[in-house]
């Protein structure tokens, strides 16, 4: 444990017993606090690339799957037993560098056709060009994954992304205009109160991304604005759009606790109607 591990976890540990943690009024206003490019933050993007570079990350492992991956799992299943035998198209927004693509192939059968697009960050998708397959694609817009999918999109997912949009409640809109087939919002931070919850995350730059980390890795810490939207306002979004929901279950590791305010973490499956 280096220096800047131990400072971050001794200054976390002061302020959840000390001090209130401050929330904002608007995301920008948390933004302008971070100083920093944000998720964009030129460390994450090579972490990931030095992440997806790792042999191990792309084969099967005995560790445990992500609730996220058996939720994929299922609709694509459901989908198939729609249209057997169909090349399946999936877009993973927010979905770094595939890890929910290569957690999910572990489940499924070889025969099973993908065709699978992580929407992310300019600098991400750009960075991670390289690591594309015959089934992953990284793209860094709705518009250009759509297009990679011939626009006919079979299952939307995200996971613990919303939290960190500008604006949520706009990419929500713009996730249910893909005219999905299912949808599924994975690990979603969710304000019990009246009003969002916009404060900082403050990480450790090794959180992010699974598999182990690159030689001569150096730790550092990451801010960027964090959301925790209304639950009543994210479940009436869904409500007037042409989605049914199927079922939810807990899913608390997207949570950030603030202050004492009531979250809850959730994740949603959706079918077009």
């Not at 009246?194 to 810490?221: M, R, V, Y």
């Not at 049914?244 to 079918?271: A, C, H, M, P």
């Amino acid at each position: 444990m280096n220096l800047t591990t131990i400072s971050f976890h001794l200054r976390k540990k002061f302020n959840n017993r000390i001090l209130k943690e401050k929330t904002y009024n608007t995301y920008a206003e948390a933004a302008e606090k971070c100083k920093r490019s944000l998720y964009e933050d030129n460390a994450i993007v090579q972490l990931l690339a030095d992440k997806a570079k790792d042999n191990s990350f792309t084969t099967p492992t005995s560790k445990p799957l992500n609730p996220g991956c058996l939720a994929l799992a299922d609709v694509i299943s459901r989908h198939l037993i729609e249209y057997p035998g169909k090349l399946v198209t999936v877009i993973d927004f927010g979905g770094g560098n595939g890890d929910y693509y290569y957690n999910t192939r572990r489940v499924l059968n070889n025969d099973v056709q993908l065709k699978w697009v992580v929407v992310e960050t300019p600098a991400m998708a750009q960075v991670l060009q390289p690591y594309q397959t015959k089934e992953l694609f990284f793209a860094d817009t709705i518009e250009k994954a759509m297009s990679l999918v011939d626009n006919k999109l079979d299952i939307l997912f995200t996971s613990g992304t919303l939290q960190v949009m500008p604006d949520p409640y706009q990419t929500i809109e713009m996730l249910c205009n893909t005219n999905s087939n299912y949808m599924v919002f994975h690990r979603q931070s969710l304000s019990l109160e009246n009003f969002d919850i916009i404060s900082i995350q403050t990480s450790l730059l090794s959180w992010h991304g699974s598999t182990k980390l690159p030689e001569n890795f150096k730790e550092k810490i990451i801010k960027y604005p964090y959301t925790s939207i209304q639950r009543s306002r994210f479940e009436d979004q869904l409500k007037n759009t042409k989605y049914q929901l199927l079922y939810t279950f807990d899913e608390g590791t997207g949570v950030k606790r603030v202050n004492n305010y009531n979250v809850k973490g959730t994740s949603y499956i959706y079918k077009r109607s």
